[in-house]
C-alpha cells in the first residue's frame, strides 16, 4: 500500500480543541502545513461525544485549502478511542495519531479499526495516514518497530511532557533532557523511511527559546515540530524553509552530477566544495522541500 501524502511537507503541526468552534472553524488562515483536532487531552471527560459531533461536522463542511488534518484520538486505555476512529474515517480525515503508542502491537490495532471503518463508510482502503506519539521510555526505546509497524505509518512524534515525567525528570529548557530520545527517534523514522516531528513549546512568552529549540532539532534532521500557538508558524516556516543559497547550490550540485556520472566522473567541484555522488540525494531532497515550500519552481525535483 502506497500513499502519495505520506511524505508532504509537514513542517508545522498546530493543535487545536475539537471543542472549540472558534478555534477548529478557520485555522487554515495561519498556514500551517497540518492541524491538529485533538479528541485527546484537550476535552474533558464528558465532553467527549460533543468533541466528536463538532469534528465530524468541521471534517465534512470546513474547506482547510489543503491544508492537513490530523486528529489525536484518546488512547487504546480509554473506552472512548474505537469510536474517535469511526468519527474520523467518516468524516474524512486524512492522519490519525495515536496517542502514548509504546509498540508496532499498537498500530496494528489503531490500524485494523481504520480498515474496518474505510469499509463500513466507502472509503478507499489505505486513504487513512497513521502516526504514532511517543510518550515514554518504552515507546521511545520501540520507535523503529513502530515506524515499520504499518505502510499507512507516516512517522513519530515526541511528547515531552508525558516522556520527562516517565523519566523522572521534568522539561527544563535546555533540552538536554529529551536529546537521547530526539536522537534515538530520529535515527529510527530514517532507518524506517517515515517522518519524524518533535515535541510542543509552550512556553508562549519565550520566543526566542522556540527559536533556539527549533533551530537545534531542524540540525538534528527533524522534519517538523507540533505547535500549540499560530504565533510560532512563521518561525518553523522560516527555518524548516531552504534558504536561496541553499537551493543555489543544490541546484548546481544535481545538475553536476547529472552531467558528470554518465561521463564516469565521480568526484568533482561545485563552488570550490568537493562533491562526490553520496551529495545527490541530500540536495534533491532540498529542492523537493523548497519546491513545496512555494519558494523553487525549477524541474530538478
Same mark, same amino acid.
Given at each position: !500500500?502506497? *500513499?502519495?501524502?505520506? @511524505? ?52 465534512? #463542511? ?10 489525536? %484520538? ?12 469511526? +468519527? ?15 509498540? /508496532? ?19 478507499? #482502503?489505505?486513504?487513512?495516514?497513521? !502516526? ?13 518497530? %513502530?515506524?515499520?509497524?504499518? $505502510?499507512?505509518?507516516? &512517522? +513519530?512524534?515526541?511528547?515531552?511532557? $508525558?516522556?520527562?515525567? $516517565? ?32 515535541? =510542543? ?7 526566542? &527559546?522556540?527559536?533556539?529549540?527549533? #533551530? ?7 522534519? /517538523?515540530?507540533?505547535? =500549540? ?7 518553523? *516556516?522560516?527555518?524548516?524553509?531552504? @534558504?536561496? @543559497? ?10 553536476? %552530477? ?8 565521480? +568526484? ?5 566544495? !568537493?562533491?562526490? %555522488?553520496?551529495?545527490?540525494? /541530500? ?17 530538478? =525535483?
Amino acid at each position: !500500500m502506497s *500513499h502519495p501524502d505520506k @511524505k508532504r511537507l509537514r513542517r508545522s503541526m498546530m493543535f487545536l480543541n475539537c471543542q472549540k468552534p472558534a478555534l477548529i472553524k478557520d485555522p487554515y488562515i495561519y498556514q500551517p502545513d497540518s492541524i491538529m483536532l485533538d479528541l485527546e487531552d484537550a476535552v474533558a471527560e464528558n465532553q467527549k461525544d460533543a468533541a466528536r459531533f463538532s469534528l465530524y461536522h468541521a471534517l465534512r #463542511e470546513i474547506d482547510y485549502r489543503g491544508v492537513e488534518r490530523v486528529v489525536r %484520538i484518546n488512547g487504546l486505555d480509554t473506552p472512548h478511542w474505537k469510536e474517535d476512529i469511526r +468519527v474520523c474515517v467518516a468524516g474524512g480525515a486524512d492522519v490519525i495519531r495515536i496517542p502514548k503508542c509504546t509498540c /508496532g502491537a499498537d498500530v496494528h490495532t489503531v490500524e485494523r479499526d481504520v480498515l474496518a471503518a474505510e469499509r463500513e463508510f466507502g472509503r478507499e #482502503e489505505g486513504s487513512t495516514l497513521l !502516526m504514532a506519539a511517543l510518550e515514554s521510555c518504552y515507546g521511545v526505546l520501540n520507535c523503529l518497530e %513502530i515506524c515499520k509497524a504499518s $505502510d499507512r505509518l507516516i &512517522g +513519530v512524534a515526541l511528547s515531552g511532557g $508525558d516522556y520527562t515525567r $516517565d523519566l523522572q525528570t521534568g522539561i527544563t529548557g535546555t533540552g538536554v533532557e529529551l536529546t537521547g530520545a530526539r536522537q534515538h527517534m530520529i535515527i529510527a523514522a530514517r532507518a524506517a523511511g517515515v517522518q519524524c516531528f518533535d515535541t =510542543v513549546f509552550t512556553n508562549l512568552g519565550d520566543m526566542e &527559546g522556540f527559536r533556539r529549540e527549533t #533551530e537545534t532539532i531542524h540540525m538534528m534532521g527533524f522534519d /517538523g515540530k507540533s505547535l =500549540v500557538n499560530p504565533r510560532q508558524i512563521p518561525i518553523v *516556516h522560516e527555518i524548516f524553509t531552504p @534558504k536561496e @543559497k541553499d537551493i543555489i547550490f543544490a541546484e548546481k550540485v544535481v545538475q553536476e %552530477i547529472d552531467s558528470k556520472k554518465a561521463q564516469g566522473i565521480g +568526484v568533482f567541484t561545485v563552488d570550490g566544495k !568537493m562533491i562526490d %555522488i553520496a551529495f545527490y540525494d /541530500g540536495a534533491k531532497r532540498t529542492l523537493m522541500l523548497a519546491k513545496a515550500a512555494g519558494v523553487y519552481g525549477g524541474n530538478l =525535483v
